[in-house]
């Protein structure tokens, strides 16, 4: 019974993380300015070594 409750509370937690972090990202990038975004995107692409252009 103590390992159902524990894998129903870890379940859950998961998921709460998981939606409190998509909804941070969502709130985020639909609060900030285009072009930010974009030359964020591209320095991390630059980081990385991908090219881009």
Excluded: E, W, Y
Aim: aromatic content about 6%.
């Amino acid at each position: 019974m103590t390992t159902v409750l524990a894998q129903i509370n870890t379940k859950t937690a998961t998921l709460l993380f998981t939606a409190l972090l998509g909804l941070s990202v969502i709130t985020f990038a639909g609060h900030i300015q285009a072009a930010t975004l974009h030359d964020a995107a591209h320095d991390v692409r630059h980081a990385t070594g991908f090219p881009c252009h």
